[in-house]
């Protein structure tokens, strides 16, 4: 279908700098990032939003999110000292592009309530 950029980046129509690739996920550095490190995590069929996810459907699938989260906060070595992932989920959240994504964040110390 190819409606969104993340489609493209996952086709490689379009480049982005790539940290971790399986047969369902991949993840790379997010273009205007908001901490020292802040990886996209996204499934490689097309979920647009958290309000699609059938539990019964992409339950492995957000099991495989995970644990690349886990594999890159280790390769990127903040698994001890922290980190947050954030999903975005429509207007009132600020999700710009609707294909689901995890946002892995760290590097710094984070703040609470998030903006
Ligand atoms: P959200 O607001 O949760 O929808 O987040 C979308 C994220 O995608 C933003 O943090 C953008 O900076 C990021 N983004 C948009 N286009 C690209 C791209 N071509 N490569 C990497 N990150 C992107």
């Not at 493209?8 to 480049?15: G, V």
């Not at 205007?32 to 990886?39: C, D, R, S, T, V």
């Given at each position: 279908m190819g409606s969104t950029i993340f489609s493209?980046?996952?086709?490689?129509?379009?480049?982005a700098n790539i940290v971790f690739e399986s047969d369902t996920v991949l993840a790379?550095?997010?273009i205007?990032?908001?901490?020292?490190?802040?990886?996209l995590i996204i499934p490689k069929i097309e979920i647009p939003t958290i309000t699609d996810i059938k539990g019964s459907e992409h339950a492995s699938l957000l099991a495989d999110m995970f644990d690349a989260a886990n594999q890159i906060a280790k390769q990127m070595e903040i698994?001890?000292?922290?980190f947050r992932l954030v999903l975005n989920c429509g207007r009132d959240a600020g999700q710009e592009v609707y294909h689901l994504h995890m946002h892995l964040l760290g590097g710094r110390q984070m703040k609470w309530p998030p903006g």
């Open positions: 493209k980046i996952i086709s490689k129509e379009i480049p790379f550095k997010d205007n990032p908001q901490a020292p490190i802040h990886i698994a001890e000292s922290g």
